[in-house]
T-cell receptor, first 117, second 117 residues
Framework: DTGVSQDPRHKITKRGQNVTFRCDPISEHNRLYWYRQTLGQGPEFLTYFQNEAQLEKSRLLSDRFSAERPKGSFSTLEIQRTEQGDSAMYLC???????????????FGPGTRLTVL | QKEVEQNSGPLSVPEGAIASLNCTYSDRVSQSFFWYRQYSGKSPELIMSIYSNGDKEDGRFTAQLNKASQYVSLLIRDSQPSDSATYLCAVNSSPLGTQGGSEKLVFGKGTKLTVNP
C-alpha cells in the first residue's frame, strides 16, 4: 500500500514564473486536499476535492492559484506569477470515503517545498 | 475565526518520562480531533484520532478529549529520543458519517517536543 506521493519534492523558481505541482493520493481514496505550510506554522487549508469535484476553496487560494483533479485520481496545483510570499511547503493529503460514524482522517504526502527567488 | 491553540514550547522532558501536550479550540461544533507528529523537514504523520469525550489509548500514546472545556491533549508515556518532533493538533467540524460541513482540518502551530537521553 503506497502512500500519498508528490512531485517535485523541491522547486526553485524566479518571481513571476508559473509552477505546477502534482499529487497522487492513496489508491481508492476519493478525497484529496491541498494545504500550505510555512516555517513555524501549522498547515493551512487551501482546497478539497471529492472525486473530480472541487468542493471547498479557502480564501487563501487567490486568483493566481488553481487546482484540478480531472479524473478523480491525481491532482495538480498551479501557481501563476509566483511571488516571494508563495515560498512554502505545499502538502497534499488524501482520505478514504467517509463511513458512517467515521473520522475524516487525512494522510499527508511528503510535500513540495517551493522557493521563490 | 476558528482557532486551534497550542503551547509552542519547546517542551523538554527526560527519556522515560511522560510528555503532556495540550490543545484548545474555539469552535464548539468541532467533531473530530487529530494529533500529527512532524519531524523537522518532513510532512505531518497521523498518530491519533479521537471524537468522543474521554481517553483513547494506542501503545504509548493516549489522547484525551473534553468537549465541554474545548480541550484535547496527548500524553506520551516512556518518552524516547525518537519522539522528539513537533506535534500538531488538528480539528475538523464536519459531522461524523455525513457529507455535510467543512472537510478541512484546522491546525494549531504545533508544540516542539525534545526528549533528552
Amino acid at each position: 500500500d503506497t502512500g500519498v506521493s508528490q512531485d517535485p519534492r523541491h522547486k526553485i523558481t524566479k518571481r513571476g514564473q508559473n509552477v505546477t505541482f502534482r499529487c497522487d493520493p492513496i489508491s481508492e481514496h476519493n478525497r484529496l486536499y491541498w494545504y500550505r505550510q510555512t516555517l513555524g506554522q501549522g498547515p493551512e487549508f487551501l482546497t478539497y476535492f471529492q472525486n473530480e469535484a472541487q468542493l471547498e476553496k479557502s480564501r487563501l487560494l487567490s486568483d493566481r492559484f488553481s487546482a484540478e483533479r480531472p479524473k478523480g485520481s491525481f491532482s495538480t496545483l498551479e501557481i501563476q506569477r509566483t511571488e516571494q510570499g508563495d515560498s512554502a511547503m505545499y502538502l497534499c493529503a488524501s482520505s478514504p470515503r467517509r463511513l458512517a460514524g467515521g473520522y475524516n482522517e487525512q494522510f499527508f504526502g511528503p510535500g513540495t517545498r517551493l522557493t521563490v527567488l | 475565526q476558528k482557532e486551534v491553540e497550542q503551547n509552542s514550547g519547546p517542551l523538554s522532558v527526560p527519556e522515560g518520562a511522560i510528555a503532556s501536550l495540550n490543545c484548545t479550540y474555539s469552535d464548539r461544533v468541532s467533531q473530530s480531533f487529530f494529533w500529527y507528529r512532524q519531524y523537522s523537514g518532513k510532512s505531518p504523520e497521523l498518530i491519533m484520532s479521537i471524537y468522543s469525550n474521554g481517553d483513547k489509548e494506542d501503545g504509548r500514546f493516549t489522547a484525551q478529549l473534553n468537549k465541554a472545556s474545548q480541550y484535547v491533549s496527548l500524553l506520551i508515556r516512556d518518552s524516547q529520543p525518537s519522539d522528539s518532533a513537533t506535534y500538531l493538533c488538528a480539528v475538523n467540524s464536519s459531522p461524523l458519517g455525513t457529507q455535510g460541513g467543512s472537510e478541512k482540518l484546522v491546525f494549531g502551530k504545533g508544540t516542539k517536543l525534545t526528549v533528552n537521553p
